[in-house]
């Protein structure tokens, strides 16, 4: 019985730890991922940048090229954690 009990107090500091985690994860997110100058920069420029995009459109073959190369940048950097999780799992 007193095994349960450890185990539970166990899982739920490891709970609260998570939890506190992911909020600080969220700040920290959420700080470069819609900061409120940009969001004003936006809303007072709306027209002025609609505009500029309609007048230079990315052409289709160079955004083709771009998604190629932040695939192949993607993979590289994947394959590179599994090779360290690997590399960490053996020693």
């Known amino acids: ?9 166990l899982l739920e500091a490891e709970l609260l730890s998570t939890k506190q985690e992911l909020e600080s994860t969220k ?14 920069y936006y809303q007072n420029n709306k027209e002025a940048i609609l505009e500029k995009s309609r007048l230079n459109p990315t052409p289709v073959e160079k955004r083709k090229e771009y998604n ?5 940048r993607r993979k590289e950097k994947l394959e590179k954690e599994k090779e360290n999780e690997n ?3 053996t020693i």
Request: charged share 40%.
């Open 1 to 9: 019985m007193e095994h349960y009990e450890d185990r539970i107090k």
């Open 68 to 72: 190629r190369i932040a695939y192949s």
């Open 27 to 40: 700040k920290h997110l959420k700080r470069y991922t819609a900061p409120a100058y940009k969001k004003e």
């Open 87 to 89: 590399g960490n799992t």
